[in-house]
């Protein structure tokens, strides 16, 4: 059995001795310190499986914890200790990333409970990120020519990416150019007719993700576009789309009839990405 590793900080000493030895029966390995900053280097300095922290500490809050911590390692469990006169600040806590928060007094038992279920899901997704270098995955959609539909099939695309680390949760590059690239297959690709069909296919490793957007249109000249920042076209509705597409993703290419596009979108750390935004 793993003997996870805690970081306690309060800077109650009874208090944080009392929990300190109600852990440590449960045979969790408990290090304990009495400040924020301490904490912070500490955290910084060697590895931990969770970090149980006081709201109210005598150098800093929570927040500030939880935002250190996330900044170090974003998936790191953080739970925050409060007793109900700071419990606005136990929520602003939650919105900066903590994962739970106990009321004080502690009923250690629920405290027990909770390390245990955050550990749990810690643990789980670490086996999966075990295993992410070695994901293939293929989607593919094929929807009717309707607007309706594209929501739906790009967020569904976005939470794999975002769970494959190949993009963050804010960024917004694929998204764009999906939802750019599948209303030109709809309006210029099939003009509108609902009954011709989009085909979306997402092919997606932990390296990179592939989109091809085909539409049942005859093509068009993808060569032949006008330049979206010369002065007469900058305030018009219309050709704008590719030119983003282009400048959002790291590789983009058509097919020679040009009703099908393709796009590649590489992992920020990946070597590839990291030539093409230098």
Do not use: W
């Not at 499986?49 to 914890?65: K, Y």
């Not at 975002?162 to 003009?191: F, P």
């Not at 002065?231 to 219309?238: G, L, M, Q, T, V």
């Amino acid at each position: 059995m793993k003997h996870y590793r805690l970081l306690l900080i309060d800077n109650d000493l009874e208090r944080i001795k009392l929990i300190r030895e109600l852990l440590e029966e449960k045979e969790f390995e408990v290090l304990t310190v009495g400040d924020g900053n301490s904490a912070i280097n500490l955290f910084r300095s060697q590895p931990f499986d969770l970090i149980l922290t006081n709201i109210m500490l005598n150098d800093m809050d929570g927040v500030e914890i939880v935002t250190a911590s996330r900044e170090i390692d974003h998936e790191l469990p953080v739970i925050i200790m409060s007793s109900s006169s700071h419990a606005n600040k136990a929520i602003k806590a939650l919105y900066a990333g903590a994962h739970h928060f106990v009321r004080e007094p502690i009923e250690i038992e629920e405290l027990v409970q909770t390390i245990e279920k955050l550990l749990c899901y810690r643990q789980e997704h670490d086996s999966y990120k075990k295993v992410y270098p070695y994901l293939e995955q293929k989607v593919v959609f094929q929807i009717p020519g309707d607007y309706s539909f594209m929501g739906g099939v790009i967020q569904y695309l976005n939470a794999i990416l975002i769970k494959l680390g190949i993009q963050e949760e804010d960024d917004i590059q694929v998204k764009v150019s999906l939802l750019e690239s599948i209303t030109n297959a709809i309006e210029h690709g099939n003009h509108g007719n609902a009954n011709k069909k989009v085909e979306i296919e997402a092919q997606i490793t932990a390296e990179k993700a592939i989109f091809t957007i085909k539409d049942q249109g005859k093509g068009f000249n993808y060569q032949n576009l006008p330049d979206p920042t010369e002065p007469e076209n900058i305030i018009k509705a219309r050709g704008r789309g590719i030119f983003m597409i282009q400048n959002l993703m790291d590789e983009v290419s058509f097919n020679a009839k040009g009703n099908v596009i393709t796009m590649i979108k590489y992992r920020p750390d990946h070597e590839k990405h990291k030539k093409m935004i230098a």
